[in-house]
């Protein structure tokens, strides 16, 4: 209603009211909690209370209801806590006081709270921290008006705040929580800046992160990290918003990043934000941290499997910098673990990482950050006269500048320009003796160099909407010779590929009621290369309902599109990969994937406990394999034994996490089945494919005996199911072919006449490690003494390579796992200083 409306019809009412209620008493103050009562009783009670004259119509106050409280209140303060949050204001004319519907006039009574939340001590980002609006502190009953967390960059904002007196509180786990009062104007925005202070605990060395329970070990992320039945290579890794092809090194024997380096660490196995996209496995996002703005620090450690430098420091007032370098060295653990048929085993590692931040004026910075990473094996194998020789090397680099700018209280964007590179060279040195007119070398080299655009943006558009939108423009160049005798099916060769790849995506954050919010996405992408082009058009959906504090529910649905494939058909890829990548074509479809989860989450006594269950669903089509009879087939390229078929897996995961405390830990069960169709194998009935995962414990748990020793476990247990399916109902065959090619002692791809196709996978994984971790003070530096135990499996090299000829006089190989129990254990000593 218009003010002058309003006023006519006050007038109206004060002439029926009671002498008593016009007289005004200046400096009057009063205490009161109320919890859900109307509004127009409250009102009632404060013309009571203050003998002040309060005017209103009763269709504006008309089924509202109020929680609140004040301590010692005048009326003015008792009125601001009272309509707080609603859609009505008050104004005093006179002796009157007057409430009204907000008009046109009043619209832009608001005001934006935004800021960064960082440690203390670091100056680091804090990520997922939960920003809380709440009544002034002076109020018993202190009602949250709006909530939000932070960003990947610590970022936060909450658009259109009501004018009047607040607490903002700041938690994050780790930290002790910090408030501070605010007071909003109309249409001035405030920035606030937290600098969270470290709890006074002994933070757990392992850690599970991630609602969806991936494993992160006790040196960082573990190439063990899987999006359930679904390949390791299949996932996504990103490192500053640059992508890493292949970062495993040793499949875990020495971590994934070095820890050291890490700020947050985000992943996600379903349920996907548009902004990823392209992989129908899971995402590992990692971010750097920027280095020390305080002091020139550092780490120096050294071990029985790897040794590591790290600095970091400020370079100006307004720029820092962090360089780390590490050196692995497993192949020490070779002696410790004699295998047959191998007369050496030499591995090697190595991985620079650096950054450099310059702050600018304002809320603007940018960085720029480095990742070179090499590895290498070398072994010998014997058999039947054959001596084999084999160099295996390979690595990434990534370098990526972006920019971060805070360009309004509401708006965030940051952009990145990335370029990065995969490869990997492959020798086989052979003497065959009795065949000596053969060729003794075989050559294998491959690599993938991107360059990437990319810009992201983040509106916080009202206290119901957060939009979030972004480009990624990508240009692939692939160029790779690989012979048969390396990938163990047929040659393959892309000279010079050139691949553009563009994709768009929006997503809006939609608190739909209090309690209940929606992500709603969709992204497009575009493909085009010398084989073919493809676009597509991914929709992405998650709802999350809070039930209360304690108790959430949440479901997703996800589409996604993958126009580059990777290519490996033996387990021992996994850890010696000649894992390459090649693109979409007319005759390698594009893989499509839909998957749903359905969850709900618990916790307990502040959060220091989270039960949580969920189930999900997933199907793709045109899934890519290769045919496994191949081996002994003249085939002039990879591409003619592609298969195209379907691939469906369901499973259910629980999971009890400790998160604070003196013990800390996880306890996740998951059960999985996954199976695929392909119309060549098995007459086209479903079958188990190489990396189902039938049942799954993991248990990871930290104990702080006291502020000097921790002790830590970790354990992994996992089952399979194969199949095993006759010669003949897989295609092409080779004429006379009777199965026992590879055979030896009922082992291998082949047995008995039978194929197994989950021959040449990895067992059951058996993983246990054991920490003892003593931190103390040498000449006044920081120092920690680590004690791991770790099983050989995984850890060390767990493949016997055996050679063999064929009837056709072909060279060929085969890598079967040795017999690996879950003990002995081999310990790896470990000293660190930090200065």
Same mark, same amino acid.
Request: aromatic share 12%.
């Given at each position: ?130 920003? $809380? ?319 990437? %655009? ?31 005798? =390396? ?10 590929? =050139? ?37 597509? %058009? ?80 997933? %199907? ?42 003196? $013990? ?7 059960? +999985?089945? +996954? ?5 060549? %194998? ?40 194969? +199949?095993?399916?006759?010669?003949? $109902? ?106």
């Amino acid at each position: 209603m218009k003010t002058a409306a309003t006023l006519f019809f006050s007038i109206v009412l004060i002439v029926v009211l009671p002498k008593e209620g016009t007289a005004q008493r200046t400096g009057e103050r009063s205490s009161f909690e109320w919890n859900n009562i109307p509004l127009h009783v409250s009102l009632d009670s404060l013309m009571k209370r203050y003998t002040e004259s309060i005017v209103y119509l009763d269709k504006d106050v008309e089924g509202k209801n109020v929680s609140v409280s004040c301590a010692n209140c005048s009326c003015d303060e008792a009125l601001d806590s009272l309509l707080n949050g609603t859609s009505l204001i008050w104004i005093r004319r006179g002796n009157q006081i007057i409430v009204m519907k907000q008009d046109k006039a009043q619209i832009h009574r608001y005001s934006t709270v935004s800021g960064v939340v960082t440690d203390s001590l670091t100056g680091e980002w804090i990520a997922g921290a939960s920003v $809380l609006l709440q009544d002034s502190a002076g109020q018993v009953y202190k009602t949250v008006r709006r909530w939000c967390p932070t960003n990947s960059f610590g970022f936060f904002s909450l658009p259109r705040i009501p004018i009047g007196r607040y607490t903002l509180v700041v938690r994050a786990i780790g930290y002790e929580t910090m408030a501070q009062d605010i007071e909003t104007e109309a249409e001035k925005s405030i920035q606030c800046a937290f600098g969270m202070i470290q709890k006074n605990i002994v933070v757990r060395e392992v850690t599970i992160e991630g609602q969806r329970a991936a494993l992160i070990s006790t040196n960082g992320i573990s190439h063990s990290t899987y999006h359930r039945s679904v390949p390791t290579d299949q996932n996504q890794y990103m490192l500053d918003g640059g992508r890493i092809y292949n970062p495993a090194h040793f499949g875990g024997i020495v971590s994934t990043f070095n820890p050291e380096v890490l700020n947050d660490v985000q992943v996600a196995l379903g349920g996907l934000p548009p902004l990823y996209g392209g992989r129908v496995g899971g995402i590992v996002d990692l971010s750097m941290r920027d280095g020390s703005r305080r002091q020139l620090s550092g780490s120096c450690g050294l071990g029985t499997l790897g040794s590591n430098l790290s600095f970091e420091g400020p370079i100006t007032g307004t720029s820092t910098f962090l360089v780390s370098g590490r050196s692995g060295y497993p192949d020490a653990a070779m002696q410790v673990f004699p295998r047959e048929g191998m007369k050496s085993s030499l591995m090697g590692s190595s991985e620079l990482i650096t950054k450099i931040t310059q702050r600018l004026s304002g809320s603007d910075q940018i960085s720029l950050s480095g990742y070179l990473a090499k590895d290498t094996y070398n072994n010998e194998a014997e058999g039947e006269g054959i001596k084999l020789k084999n160099a295996f090397s390979w690595g990434n680099c990534m370098f990526d500048f972006r920019w971060i700018g805070i360009v309004t209280p509401s708006l965030f964007l940051h952009a990145s320009a990335v370029y990065s590179r995969y490869n990997f060279d492959i020798q086989h040195n052979i003497n065959l003796n009795s065949l000596g007119s053969a060729d003794p070398r075989l050559y294998s080299n491959y690599a993938i160099e991107d360059f990437n %655009i990319n810009a992201h943006a983040e509106n916080y558009y009202d206290e119901d909407h957060t939009i979030r939108a972004g480009f990624e423009f990508t240009h692939h160049m692939i160029d790779g010779s690989i012979s048969k005798f =390396s990938s163990q099916t047929a040659p393959f060769s892309l000279q010079n590929l =050139s691949v553009w790849e563009a994709a768009v995506y929006l997503q809006d954050r939609w608190k739909i009621l209090p309690g209940i919010a929606a992500d709603l996405g969709v992204r497009a992408t575009s493909f085009t290369s010398e084989k073919g082009s493809f676009s597509a %058009i991914d929709p992405r959906f998650s709802l999350l309902v809070s039930f209360d504090e304690q108790t959430r529910f949440y479901s997703s649905f996800s589409a996604i599109n993958q126009f580059i494939h990777p290519y490996r058909q033996s387990g021992v890829f996994l850890i010696y990969p000649t894992i390459f990548w090649y693109p979409s074509t007319d005759t390698a479809r594009p893989s499509t994937s839909l998957h749903v989860t359905l969850g709900m989450e618990r916790s307990f006594k502040d959060d220091e406990y989270i039960l949580s269950a969920e189930t999900y669903y997933r %199907i793709t089509n045109d899934l890519h394999e290769f045919g496994l009879d191949s081996i002994s087939a003249k085939v002039a390229d990879l591409e003619q034994i592609l298969l195209s078929g379907k691939g469906r897996m369901y499973g259910f995961t629980c999971s009890l996490r400790k998160r604070t405390g003196v $013990l800390t830990g996880i306890l996740t069960y998951n059960y +999985s089945w +996954s199976g695929e169709t392909f119309a060549e %194998i098995n007459r086209g009935s479903e079958f188990n494919p190489p990396f189902d995962r039938r049942h799954e414990l993991q248990g990871a748990v930290s104990y702080a005996a006291s502020e000097d020793w921790v002790l830590s476990a970790l354990c992994v247990v996992q089952s399979r199911k194969s +199949s095993v399916i006759e010669p003949k $109902l897989v295609k092409n065959l080779p004429a006379g072919w009777d199965g026992r090619v590879l055979t030896e002692n009922g082992t291998g791809l082949f047995q008995n006449g039978f194929v197994d196709i989950n021959g040449s996978r990895l067992l059951g994984f058996q993983r246990l490690e054991l920490d003892i971790t003593h931190r103390f003070s040498l000449l006044n530096l920081s120092c920690q003494f680590s004690l791991r135990f770790m099983n050989s499996y995984g850890l060390v090299d767990p493949f016997v390579w055996k050679l063999k000829m064929n009837e056709l006089n072909e060279l060929l190989w085969n890598a079967t796992l040795q017999n690996v129990s879950l003990f002995p254990l081999y310990p790896a000593v470990e000293i660190r200083v930090r200065f």
